[in-house]
């Protein structure tokens, strides 16, 4: 498995990746949430020029580890995947992004 990161103040969010019956997929994890901190899986298939997402995923209490759903990789070099996350309750609060993979 690896991973790629960032961090919003106590945010972890990272792009993981592993295989699922031998395909690799990736996904996004948040840890070190509180209650309603959000986590989304940004894909591009275009190499960055438009994002779709799919989230956000919150966590539903606090130090709960959040994943979202896999998305297939592939060897296409204009399909990327970026975690994006923010905490919850905190004005202004915007979200940021891990470096897309």
């Known amino acids: 498995?690896?991973?790629w990161g960032g961090a919003?103040?106590?945010l972890q969010f990272n792009v993981m990746s592993g295989y699922i019956q031998g395909i690799q997929h990736?996904?996004?994890q948040l840890s070190g949430a509180k209650?309603?901190?959000w986590v989304?899986?940004?894909v591009t298939t275009d190499g960055g020029r438009t994002?779709?997402?799919c989230g956000p995923f919150e966590a539903r209490w606090d130090g709960e580890i959040v994943k979202t759903p896999a998305a297939r990789t592939s060897s296409d070099p204009n399909l990327k995947f970026r975690a994006c996350g923010a905490p919850a309750g905190v004005p202004?609060?915007?979200a940021v992004?891990?470096?897309p993979w």
């Open 8 to 10: 919003n103040g106590r």
């Open 97 to 99: 992004c891990t470096t």
């Open 26 to 28: 990736g996904w996004a």
């Open 92 to 94: 202004g609060s915007r």
């Open 1 to 3: 498995m690896m991973r």
């Open 35 to 37: 209650k309603g901190d």
């Open 51 to 53: 994002w779709g997402y």
């Open 40 to 42: 989304t899986l940004d």
